[in-house]
């Protein structure tokens, strides 16, 4: 029996990427296969980070080509290439940012700043470029949260900002800029300029994702934001009580009314566990989170435990994941990280740039 191509991606289809669950034949991430004799070559393109995977699936894929009859050596090379997605219709993409995440609730204290640091740790320990701004113009928590609450931007050229750097994230904040005592007593179109120039004129550097801790609330700065940012997809961070469900609906809806997808749901808080006796407790009810999925349609990412290490690591100024990546919590940011990622790679790819501009001159 001949060597084919036909054969060998037909083997390819018996495995399924283990976070996606399909196919690597269907969902087109096979590339430039060749056949030499009896030896086969091939590079397997994922639309996601996934550093911590790679030899795993490249062990796999090699195995389902070595058991085509015929088959010799086999070559095959796993790689991740992210690229940008579509975002609201109208609205241009961010230069040197790929795509944006909004992290947002309907409510403050449900965990939204420590679930923003967290999802962009673990995009970053899987291999991605990824930037963190600061929106909360009142209360920001992200200079501290990361460890560098003293730091201050630099500016090289006068007009733009160079973002600060920590944990391997590219962050900003108007935290950097203000006393940390100094309260924010700016009205809402204010506070959404500020924001504005943060995001538009921070050299942001090649970014995979830019995760953006969103302020809480629905109102002013919220809906201009979401409006005005080219936001690829947004999360959605609440806790199991009825009350932080009910803000966090409105949070869910408003991105809906403005054409941003909902990427998933995020449930802090969802159980206790006694330090002392292990014994759990959900204190602020179960099953919210996976119950408002179901309600709207929209993915359950994972819940998270009210744990006082989780605090105390993000006062610290080093979030679980980078100050336990091997621990159980840090495993499961990870695990919504990548959900997140997955979410975005299945979006619409932007196709503005193959468009020419068209520009109308008298002549």
């Known amino acids: 029996m001949s060597l ?3 054969s060998i991606l037909d083997s390819l289809r018996q ?13 087109r991430a096979v590339k430039n296969l060749r056949l030499h004799g009896a030896d086969v070559s091939f590079d397997i393109e994922l639309g996601y980070p996934a550093a911590s995977q790679i030899d795993t699936i490249r062990q796999a894929v090699i195995a389902c080509a070595k058991s085509v009859p015929g088959v010799g050596n086999v070559s095959a090379n796993v790689f991740t290439r992210i690229v940008a997605h579509a975002v609201q219709q109208g609205v241009k993409l961010l230069p040197g940012v790929k795509n944006i995440i909004a992290v947002a609730s309907g409510k403050g204290g449900v965990g939204k700043s420590t679930t923003s640091a ?17 929106a909360d113009i009142y209360g920001p928590s992200q200079p501290q949260m990361l460890g560098i609450g003293d730091s201050q931007p630099e500016s090289r050229d006068g007009k733009t900002m160079e973002p600060l750097e920590a944990h391997g994230l590219q962050v900003m904040s108007i ?37 953006i801790d969103m302020p809480p609330g629905t109102g002013d700065i919220q809906l201009t934001l979401s409006q005005s940012v080219p936001v690829t997809g947004a999360v959605i961070v609440t806790t199991p009580q009825d009350i932080a469900l009910l803000d966090a609906r409105k949070g869910l809806k408003m991105f809906e009314k403005v054409g941003v997808p909902i990427l998933g749901i995020v449930e802090n808080m969802s159980i ?20 408002m999925g179901e309600d709207y349609g929209v993915p359950f990412l994972g819940a998270l ?10 006062d610290g100024g080093t979030p679980t994941v980078a100050a336990d990546p091997d621990g159980r919590v840090a495993q499961v940011y990870k695990e ?22 068209i520009v109308v001159q008298n002549t």
């Open 336 to 357: 919504i990280a990548r959900k997140v990622a997955i979410a975005v790679a299945e979006r619409q790819k932007d196709m503005s740039h193959k468009f020419p501009s």
């Open 272 to 291: 206790h566990i006694c330090s002392q006796c292990g014994h759990e407790e959900h204190i602020f009810g179960s099953g919210g989170g996976a119950t």
């Open 15 to 27: 495995y399924a990427d283990p976070n996606t669950g399909k196919d690597y034949v269907t969902s």
């Open 305 to 314: 435990p009210l744990d006082i290490q989780i605090r105390r690591e993000a």
């Open 118 to 134: 967290n999802l962009a740790l673990a995009l970053a320990a899987e291999g991605a470029t990824v930037g963190i701004l600061d």
């Open 175 to 211: 935290g950097f800029l203000v006393d940390v005592e100094t309260p924010m007593v700016w009205r809402g179109p204010m506070a959404t300029q500020a924001l504005n120039q943060l995001l538009k004129e921070t050299n942001w550097r090649d970014l995979d994702y830019l995760v």
């Open 4 to 6: 084919t191509e036909q």
